[in-house]
């Protein structure tokens, strides 16, 4: 049990620290698509490390919730990494909170955020509050039906179990798994604020989601809040690699496996990070009412995933 | 039949409640006696009223664990006395009435200190016999004694909606929701009329009905009929359409009991008549109620978000929570016709949950929308903004209220989401082919208004408490008095409290469980974790869940302070190099629904008035119909319109025909009679 409390702290530690890198990483790769000289992959670090040392620039009339909201993101985003199981299936934590609860940690963040970003009154804030809900409340039905596929192939809305059913029992082929990845990536590109749905690095006013609520912050508040959105790429990532290729991440109590559930996670990472950065270099992002058209995409294939696992593996 | 009391060993609970329902008449009565003393109403009467609600929660809490007890009230028609019943599932109502209650009727005792005195001794009168009613709906025993109650309980609370009804609008809706409240009433009494055989029976009790065996064919009438009655209560889609008129209507407090605990009732009388009386017999009848539960969640969600004005938005969520409560009665009603019990007390366990969160939160939200209306004198969001800053106690409290009805950990409104969406999950486990593939599918809908409810709270909240104020007048408002701030914060405990003890709930929701479906939802987890069905299946601790945020928010507080330093300087926002920006440019709460307007055009129909680019003071109008009142309402009621036209043609003021009328009727008479 202690062995299992400590192996739960560093593993979430783990993820805080190593969040800064895969967004360095993705960026870096990005860069290299687009043909441009790529920033080294500590920036991210050093931007974090910057803006926490500058004075925080707050409007005049910002409430208490402005300046609470930041920490409440980034508490939800450790909270959701210490229920992904990243490198050991062994959470003493995870009983608390399952796939559908991870759900509603990402939702608690994300009304915090948008509830912020409306707190000081400019069109940008409001305006970027409405487009990141229009995202969240259609990205939510697909993901959850997501869960809802793996749930049912594992019997079990608990991610343990299902790393511990996909990974460490008897290897099956689940085509549903198929549908369900695709969705899920899909639906990952919208709540990371990625491309298609969202550009990271814009700020465009009339495509801007993401940053268009952030735009008022500063110095540490915003330094929380980089940091809390490379977290959620990096437990979104780690949750694909849960969800669709376990292999690899150590079983419960099983501490020989951990070095090479280590390579195997930063192997996995990296190849995603690859991935995301190349999808994102020959795509183009869509217009804001075209997200309603990709997410439902999305919906529909975990919706099949769902009935292709009735349909064959039941 | 004796109309003698049985004498009791005791003081039951069912006495107790009885007593309160007299302390609630009693003080009815008192404030019309006392009418030109309008202080004693609102600093004595009204808290008596709330001390009452709070008694009829503990006699709530003590009737959950007491046996059956029974109770004869030897008024009434002859032959016909009132028979009273405390069992389980009227004590959780009982609950679920006292606590929401008890918060709004404080909170009704600041609220009111400013009304005029007449009206002020007419609404307490009101107040008081509507809450009777309500308990005394819970409590019959009997179809006759019901349907009194039932009355007492529409007819109390049109006077409450009415109470400024030198409005136009508001006697309109009023009408409206007198007429839907009667037509469904007719179908109750309809139902109770087939459930009783047509005679067969001899008495109108309960028990008789329950011991009867009504052939399939009348089993099935009688539940359409209750469906039909109880869901014109519930404002289930498509008998909703006096809800979004009526609710915000009434004053705050009203409106907070009528959508807080009188749709309740309509639950209650479902669950009564399906699982209590009729003893659910087919699969389609809960294949209906999930089918209805689904359209009338996302449609109330729909609408809720492209509400401008706050009470109307807050009426159409309620819509959506009483679809989300149908689908878990109609998940039960299927598990249960399937023979699988554990399946079917998860399911209703979902739904007596979500069944008292609402109570609570929807409380709330309309408390504290009361509090802004009364300190700005408005319900259009496009003029509210800011308020947070007057009115900080207000603001925060509602902002509990709003992130629970969100449905966001660790709050009320994530357990029973969650609870119905692990019985979804179950659904593969029925026998029956098809329905094992479609039900899970279904779920993505109660996900999908989960997350719009998230829309709209965004919304609500943004607009109305955050921003700059839109008027300049809103400088002026002010935090409200104490005992409303206490109402507030008893209802905002409530949806934390609800929220991290799931476990606890559950066992109070288990002798109702219990008696409706004959076995009950075990919980796997201990005190601390709700496990239903299996700890390896689905677990969710609320309390360590809030520990570890509350545990990293100080840390990441603390070790930012530490390591860095606090400074902040205060500056005007970034005006994006454009200086004029103004209170005007945020969003509307018409702007903040344009995006759900533009997905769901098919759903309504928008009526729009843009103002002309050369206008000074542009004036914008959009309002979004409901297009079922357009399809659906509007035939009838021009087919009545024009009945009564026709029928008015007999009327055309000349003597001579009149008395022919009476002649042909006369005579008419005769050779029918003979």
């Given at each position: 049990?202690?062995?299992?409390i400590?192996m739960?702290?560093?593993q979430t530690?783990?993820?805080?620290?190593?969040?800064?890198?895969?967004m360095g990483?993705?960026n870096?790769?990005?860069?290299?698509?687009?043909?441009?000289?790529?920033?080294?992959l500590t920036?991210p670090y050093?931007?974090?490390?910057?803006?926490?040392?500058?004075?925080?620039?707050?409007?005049?009339?910002?409430?208490p919730?402005?300046?609470?909201?930041?920490y409440?993101?980034?508490a939800?985003?450790?909270l959701?990494?210490?229920?992904?199981p990243?490198?050991?299936?062994?959470l003493?934590?995870?009983?608390a909170?399952d796939a559908?609860?991870?759900?509603?940690?990402f939702?608690t963040?994300?009304?915090?955020?948008a509830?912020?970003?409306?707190?000081?009154?400019?069109s940008?804030?409001?305006?970027?509050?409405?487009?990141e809900?229009?995202?969240?409340?259609?990205?939510?039905?697909?993901?959850?039906?997501v869960?809802?596929?793996?749930s049912?192939?594992?019997?079990s809305?608990q991610?343990p179990v299902?790393?511990?059913t996909l990974?460490?029992?008897?290897?099956?082929?689940?085509?549903s798994?198929?549908?369900a990845?695709?969705?899920f990536?899909?639906?990952?590109?919208?709540e990371?604020a990625?491309i298609p749905?969202?550009n990271?690095?814009?700020?465009?006013?009339?495509?801007?989601?993401?940053?268009?609520?952030?735009?008022?912050?500063?110095?540490r508040?915003l330094?929380?809040?980089?940091w809390a959105v490379a977290?959620?790429?990096f437990?979104?990532s780690a949750?694909g690699i849960?969800l669709f290729?376990p292999w690899g991440i150590a079983?419960?109590?099983?501490?020989?496996?951990?070095?090479?559930a280590?390579?195997?996670l930063?192997?996995?990472?990296?190849?995603g990070g690859?991935?995301?950065?190349?999808l994102e270099?020959?795509s183009a992002k869509?217009?804001?009412?075209?997200?309603p058209e990709?997410?439902?995409?999305?919906?529909?294939l975990?919706?099949?995933?769902?009935?292709t696992h009735f349909?064959l593996?039941v | 039949?004796t109309d003698?009391?049985?004498?009791d060993?005791?003081?039951?609970?069912?006495?107790?409640?009885w007593w309160?329902?007299?302390?609630?008449?009693v003080l009815a009565?008192?404030g019309?006696i006392f009418?030109r003393?309008?202080?004693?109403?609102?600093?004595?009467?009204?808290?008596?009223?709330?001390?009452?609600?709070?008694?009829m929660a503990l006699?709530?809490?003590?009737?959950l664990?007491?046996?059956?007890s029974?109770?004869?009230?030897p008024?009434g028609?002859p032959?016909l006395p009132f028979h009273l019943?405390l069992?389980?599932?009227?004590?959780?109502?009982l609950?679920l009435?006292?606590?929401?209650a008890f918060g709004?009727?404080?909170y009704?005792s600041?609220y009111l200190?400013h009304?005029?005195?007449?009206?002020?001794a007419?609404?307490?009168?009101w107040y008081?016999?509507f809450?009777a009613?309500?308990?005394?709906?819970?409590?019959?025993?009997?179809?006759?004694?019901?349907?009194?109650?039932w009355e007492?309980?529409a007819l109390?609370?049109?006077f409450?909606?009415?109470t400024?009804?030198d409005?136009p609008?508001?006697r309109?809706?009023g009408?409206?929701?007198?007429?839907i409240?009667h037509?469904?009433?007719?179908?109750?009494?309809?139902?109770?009329?087939v459930l009783q055989?047509g005679?067969?029976?001899?008495?109108?009790?309960?028990?008789a009905?329950r011991a009867?065996e009504?052939?399939p064919?009348?089993?099935s009438v009688?539940?359409l009929?209750?469906?039909?009655g109880?869901?014109?209560?519930a404002?289930?889609?498509?008998?909703h359409?006096?809800?979004?008129?009526a609710h915000?209507a009434a004053p705050s407090p009203v409106?907070a009991?009528m959508s807080?605990?009188m749709?309740k009732?309509a639950?209650?009388g479902?669950?009564?008549v399906?699982?209590?009386?009729l003893?659910t017999?087919?699969s389609?009848?809960?294949?209906?109620v999930?089918?209805l539960?689904?359209?009338t969640?996302?449609?109330?969600?729909?609408?809720?978000?492209v509400?401008s004005?706050?009470k109307?938005?807050?009426a159409w969520?309620s819509?959506?929570?009483?679809?989300v409560?149908?689908?878990?009665?109609?998940?039960?009603?299927i598990f249960?016709t399937d023979?699988?019990?554990g399946?079917?007390?998860?399911?209703?366990?979902?739904?007596?949950?979500?069944?008292?969160?609402?109570?609570f939160?929807k409380g709330?939200?309309?408390i504290?929308?009361?509090?802004v209306l009364h300190?700005?004198?408005?319900?259009?969001?496009g003029e509210?903004g800011g308020?947070m800053?007057?009115?900080?106690w207000t603001?925060?409290?509602t902002?509990?209220g709003?992130?629970a009805i969100?449905?966001l950990?660790?709050l009320n409104?994530?357990?029973?989401e969650w609870?119905?969406?692990?019985?979804f999950?179950?659904?593969?486990?029925?026998s029956?082919p098809y329905?094992n593939?479609?039900?899970p599918?279904?779920?993505?809908?109660i996900a999908l208004?989960?997350?719009?409810a998230?829309?709209?709270m965004?919304?609500f909240?943004?607009?109305?408490?955050?921003?700059?104020?839109?008027d300049?007048?809103?400088?002026n408002?002010?935090?409200?008095?104490?005992?409303q701030r206490?109402g507030m914060?008893w209802?905002a405990?409530?949806?934390i409290l609800l929220?991290l003890m799931?476990?606890?709930v559950?066992?109070?929701i288990a002798?109702?469980v219990?008696q409706?479906?004959?076995q009950t939802?075990?919980n796997?987890?201990g005190?601390?974790m709700?496990?239903?069905?299996d700890?390896?299946?689905?677990?969710?601790?609320?309390?360590?869940?809030?520990l570890?945020v509350l545990?990293?928010?100080l840390?990441?507080f603390?070790a930012v302070r530490?390591?860095?330093h606090?400074?902040?300087?205060?500056s005007?926002?970034w005006?994006?190099?454009y200086?004029?920006?103004?209170?005007r440019?945020?969003?509307?709460?018409?702007?903040?629904?344009q995006?759900i307007?533009q997905?769901?055009?098919?759903f309504m129909?928008v009526?729009?008035?843009?103002?002309?680019p050369f206008?000074r003071?542009?004036?914008?109008?959009g309002d979004?119909?409901d297009?079922?009142?357009?399809?659906c309402?509007?035939?009838?009621a021009?087919?009545?319109?024009?009945l009564s036209d026709?029928t008015?043609?007999l009327?055309?003021?000349?003597?001579?025909?009149?008395?022919?009328y009476?002649?042909a009727?006369?005579?008419?008479?005769?050779?029918?009679?003979?």
């Amino acid at each position: 049990m202690t062995a299992g409390i400590l192996m739960q702290l560093a593993q979430t530690l783990l993820a805080i620290l190593l969040a800064p890198l895969l967004m360095g990483w993705t960026n870096q790769c990005r860069a290299w698509f687009q043909g441009r000289s790529a920033p080294p992959l500590t920036q991210p670090y050093r931007m974090i490390r910057k803006l926490f040392h500058k004075d925080a620039v707050i409007a005049h009339d910002a409430s208490p919730l402005f300046r609470f909201a930041p920490y409440m993101v980034f508490a939800c985003m450790a909270l959701a990494a210490g229920i992904v199981p990243i490198v050991a299936n062994d959470l003493p934590f995870s009983p608390a909170a399952d796939a559908i609860a991870l759900v509603g940690v990402f939702a608690t963040a994300r009304v915090f955020l948008a509830l912020a970003a409306m707190d000081i009154g400019t069109s940008f804030g409001t305006l970027g509050a409405r487009r990141e809900m229009l995202v969240s409340f259609l990205a939510e039905p697909a993901l959850l039906m997501v869960f809802f596929t793996t749930s049912f192939i594992a019997q079990s809305t608990q991610l343990p179990v299902i790393v511990e059913t996909l990974a460490h029992k008897q290897f099956a082929i689940y085509p549903s798994l198929a549908f369900a990845a695709v969705a899920f990536w899909m639906v990952s590109t919208a709540e990371n604020a990625r491309i298609p749905v969202d550009n990271p690095t814009t700020h465009l006013e009339l495509t801007m989601i993401h940053e268009a609520m952030i735009l008022e912050y500063s110095a540490r508040h915003l330094a929380l809040i980089e940091w809390a959105v490379a977290l959620k790429l990096f437990t979104y990532s780690a949750l694909g690699i849960a969800l669709f290729i376990p292999w690899g991440i150590a079983p419960a109590g099983n501490y020989g496996a951990l070095p090479l559930a280590m390579l195997a996670l930063v192997g996995k990472m990296a190849a995603g990070g690859l991935l995301l950065a190349f999808l994102e270099a020959i795509s183009a992002k869509l217009r804001l009412f075209r997200v309603p058209e990709y997410l439902s995409t999305a919906f529909l294939l975990a919706v099949l995933g769902t009935l292709t696992h009735f349909l064959l593996e039941v | 039949m004796t109309d003698a009391i049985p004498v009791d060993p005791g003081f039951t609970p069912l006495a107790g409640a009885w007593w309160i329902v007299l302390l609630w008449l009693v003080l009815a009565f008192a404030g019309l006696i006392f009418q030109r003393r309008p202080h004693l109403i609102t600093h004595l009467i009204i808290p008596l009223g709330a001390l009452g609600a709070l008694g009829m929660a503990l006699i709530g809490a003590a009737g959950l664990v007491e046996p059956v007890s029974r109770f004869v009230l030897p008024i009434g028609l002859p032959d016909l006395p009132f028979h009273l019943r405390l069992d389980a599932l009227s004590a959780f109502f009982l609950i679920l009435l006292g606590g929401a209650a008890f918060g709004v009727t404080l909170y009704a005792s600041g609220y009111l200190r400013h009304m005029e005195r007449g009206a002020l001794a007419l609404l307490s009168l009101w107040y008081h016999l509507f809450l009777a009613g309500m308990v005394m709906v819970m409590l019959a025993d009997d179809a006759y004694a019901f349907m009194v109650a039932w009355e007492l309980m529409a007819l109390s609370s049109y006077f409450l909606v009415t109470t400024d009804h030198d409005i136009p609008d508001i006697r309109r809706a009023g009408f409206l929701y007198l007429l839907i409240a009667h037509v469904g009433a007719v179908s109750l009494l309809l139902c109770f009329g087939v459930l009783q055989g047509g005679g067969q029976i001899e008495s109108y009790s309960f028990d008789a009905i329950r011991a009867a065996e009504p052939a399939p064919f009348w089993s099935s009438v009688a539940f359409l009929l209750a469906l039909f009655g109880f869901g014109a209560k519930a404002g289930l889609v498509p008998l909703h359409v006096w809800l979004p008129e009526a609710h915000p209507a009434a004053p705050s407090p009203v409106s907070a009991l009528m959508s807080g605990v009188m749709l309740k009732t309509a639950i209650y009388g479902l669950l009564r008549v399906s699982f209590d009386l009729l003893g659910t017999q087919a699969s389609w009848w809960g294949i209906l109620v999930l089918g209805l539960g689904l359209i009338t969640a996302v449609y109330g969600v729909i609408f809720a978000a492209v509400q401008s004005d706050m009470k109307r938005l807050l009426a159409w969520s309620s819509i959506e929570n009483i679809g989300v409560i149908l689908v878990g009665i109609g998940l039960a009603m299927i598990f249960h016709t399937d023979g699988k019990g554990g399946l079917a007390a998860l399911a209703l366990t979902a739904t007596l949950y979500h069944a008292i969160n609402h109570a609570f939160f929807k409380g709330l939200l309309f408390i504290g929308t009361g509090a802004v209306l009364h300190a700005t004198g408005t319900r259009l969001m496009g003029e509210l903004g800011g308020v947070m800053r007057f009115m900080p106690w207000t603001a925060w409290l509602t902002l509990i209220g709003a992130l629970a009805i969100a449905g966001l950990p660790p709050l009320n409104g994530f357990v029973s989401e969650w609870l119905l969406l692990q019985a979804f999950l179950l659904s593969p486990g029925l026998s029956q082919p098809y329905l094992n593939m479609v039900i899970p599918v279904a779920a993505a809908s109660i996900a999908l208004a989960a997350a719009l409810a998230a829309y709209v709270m965004v919304k609500f909240f943004g607009v109305v408490f955050l921003g700059q104020p839109r008027d300049p007048n809103l400088k002026n408002a002010h935090e409200v008095c104490w005992p409303q701030r206490l109402g507030m914060i008893w209802l905002a405990l409530g949806c934390i409290l609800l929220g991290l003890m799931p476990a606890q709930v559950i066992g109070w929701i288990a002798p109702v469980v219990q008696q409706l479906i004959g076995q009950t939802l075990h919980n796997d987890g201990g005190w601390l974790m709700l496990a239903p069905v299996d700890a390896n299946r689905a677990s969710y601790a609320p309390l360590i869940f809030f520990l570890v945020v509350l545990a990293v928010l100080l840390l990441t507080f603390l070790a930012v302070r530490k390591l860095y330093h606090g400074r902040i300087r205060r500056s005007d926002p970034w005006d994006c190099g454009y200086p004029e920006q103004d209170a005007r440019m945020q969003d509307s709460a018409e702007g903040f629904g344009q995006p759900i307007r533009q997905i769901f055009e098919s759903f309504m129909r928008v009526e729009r008035e843009t103002p002309d680019p050369f206008d000074r003071h542009p004036k914008y109008r959009g309002d979004s119909r409901d297009n079922i009142w357009l399809l659906c309402y509007a035939p009838i009621a021009r087919l009545a319109a024009w009945l009564s036209d026709q029928t008015g043609r007999l009327q055309h003021g000349r003597i001579q025909w009149y008395l022919v009328y009476s002649f042909a009727t006369l005579i008419f008479l005769l050779v029918f009679t003979r």
